[in-house]
């Protein structure tokens, strides 16, 4: 039998180190590794002895497109050990913040890292020259939603006014009514988004997959709801481990996550789309539906116009939040220490991040638990993977090559902040 191998030395559009490996022996796949060799990074031992205050601050360093996801799914998780209730308009500040984050990072991943795979192209800088202004308003919605961050969360990368609580400090109300009306733009900007992420040719390729996702009562999830699923699943977020499990695997230093008794499933976009859509603002869902865009979805290259729906929500939401807004007295409830555990998730713009500590009666640390997006979406590409190859095993080398790559891209991975390296081996 012949063998033959593929190897792309950089991936410059997934965050962090890892690869994939192919093997295909007599026309079928045998074996397939989503291979993730950065080096782990300890976080969770980080935070043990350390105060419940220093949380937020220490696990938003874990990552520099979604801080505000780690700050909130630690804020939320010590509230819930404290019997906190956070309500009313500092509720609202924090819901302007994720639509921060969603905003520069969906901004992000639909023009810079995503759409040149739909191209063609091996970068933003050759989108550019082919679709300029495309570039040019991808630029200026990223921007937006960092001024977002800055403005209510105090930085633009790991921002610091975020607090056990509420903030530590407010917002003035001109800068946020000046942020509202450059908002206007945005919106408009992110409908046109969806309207042409609608037309990019998506590879044919679906498969059944178990969505899993925060759902609210009244809310397009961002930090509140329940955990619920495609499959019937309805949990709170206190019984996450009672039903999920991280388990090693030799080739990737990061956790794999199943659904206990039943494997793979699958967080992000076109999860929160395909069991939120009613949660949609009415903008939002018939920009959608005008592009025929509504669930059941299950082709994941469509991940990007999911993404481009949830980025005309999260600037139709910010522009609903400054415009209802009224200054609270105080920018923080009082916090009372009580031993004990607490749980949070939120949704991050890459998926359900779910967070768990125990707090001694001095309010230190002693256990912690994260579990990010990319851990639970891993077993969920490696099945992706698998049948995309075993479905166009006839396709040339070249082009599965790229078709991998886009596949994994699909998700967004975050495997880390550092450099984007991949290794691909194809064998066959």
Known sequence: ???????????????????ISVKVKNGSVEDVKFR?????????????????????????????????????????????????????QL????????????????????????????????????????????????????????????????????????????????????????????????????????????????PAFEREYEYVALRHPSEYPFNEGRLVSTRGLDIAVSEYEF?????????????HSRMKGRGEYTVGPLARFNL?????????????????FVPPVNNPFASIVARAVELLYACDEAIRIIDNYTPPKRPSVDVKVVPGLGFGCTEAPRGILYHRYRIAEDGSITDAKLVPPTSQNQASIEKDLRNFVTENLAMGREELVLRCEHAVRNYDPCISCATHMVDLQFEE
Request: proline share 6%; glycine share 6%.
């Open 1 to 19: 039998m012949s063998s033959r191998t593929v190897s792309v030395d950089v991936l410059a559009r997934v965050e962090g180190e890892g690869g």
């Open 36 to 88: 993730i060799y950065e080096p782990p990074r300890f976080f969770e031992a980080f935070l043990r002895g350390r105060q419940y205050t220093e949380a937020p601050d220490i696990t938003a360093r874990i990552c520099g497109i979604c801080p505000v996801a780690y700050q909130m799914s630690s804020i939320h998780a010590m509230e819930n050990a404290f019997h906190i209730v956070v309500d009313g």
């Open 91 to 202: 509720r609202e500040l924090r819901r302007l913040l994720y639509c921060g984050e969603w905003i520069e990072s969906h901004a992000l991943h639909i023009y810079m890292l995503h759409a040149p795979d739909f191209f063609k192209v091996d970068d933003v800088f050759q989108l550019a020259k082919v679709a300029p202004e495309v570039v040019k308003n991808a630029l200026k919605l990223k921007k937006l939603g960092n001024e977002i961050v800055t403005l209510v969360g105090g930085r633009e990368i790991h921002p610091i006014n975020t607090r056990i609580g509420g903030f530590y400090s407010l917002p003035p109300l001109p800068a946020l009514k000046e942020l509202g009306e450059k908002l206007q733009w945005a919106r408009d900007a992110a409908l046109e988004t969806v309207k042409w992420t609608a037309t990019l040719p998506l």
């Open 243 to 255: 039903h999920f499990q991280e388990e090693h695997v030799q080739h990737a230093n990061a956790l």
């Open 276 to 292: 939120n859509f009613d949660r949609l603002s009415p903008l939002a869902r018939k920009a959608a539906e005008d592009v025929h």
